[in-house]
């Protein structure tokens, strides 16, 4: 089970370095990573989707070669509070429902705050500013496209 989503999680992360930017648009692009981090963090719980977010995360600093760390510590954070709505008992409601979308947008807006805050740390750029236009804009982004797993564990249910 440890080697499948090892093997997922490089595909995803191959797929945010390399395929969304063709899904950019206007400088805001969907993070993949964190809608695979709260996946794993519904169906494999809290400790687990925190440990896989850290490790994601670094990995993705490592890839791209940016601030080394912040991926790290946004990812463990997607995976920690996604973590808090496991229910080993509802995780496929909860995939195929409305419910995936607001846990996306709630973890990601978090993400994205936190990481704002770090990355504009020292810069000129405001902090309020750039959670604004481009956290919120990527939070609504992400969970858009969110809706495609959701719908196609929704189909799954009714199956």
């Keep these: 089970r440890t080697i499948k989503i090892l093997f997922a999680s490089l595909f995803f992360l191959l797929l945010q370095v390399n395929v ?7 400088g805001i692009s969907p993070d993949l990573l964190i809608i695979w981090i709260v996946y794993l963090a519904l169906t494999e719980g809290q400790l687990r989707s925190t440990l896989w977010g850290f490790s994601i995360g670094l990995a993705f600093d490592f890839v791209t070669g940016n601030f080394i760390g912040l991926s790290a510590l946004t990812k463990t954070v997607c995976g920690f509070l996604a973590g808090y ?5 509802k995780t496929q409601l909860i995939l195929g429902s409305y419910r995936i979308l607001l846990i996306v947008l709630f973890v990601s807006l978090i993400h994205n705050t936190v990481y704002f805050i770090v990355f504009t740390r020292g810069t000129t750029i405001g902090v309020l500013g750039a959670i604004l236009q481009i956290g919120l804009a990527t939070t609504v982004y992400t969970a858009t496209i969110t809706l495609l797993p959701m ?9």
Excluded: H
């Design 85 to 89: 709505f496991f229910n080993e008992n």
């Design 151 to 159: 719908f196609i564990f929704a189909r799954k249910m009714v199956s």
């Design 20 to 26: 969304v930017q063709l899904l950019t648009i206007d």
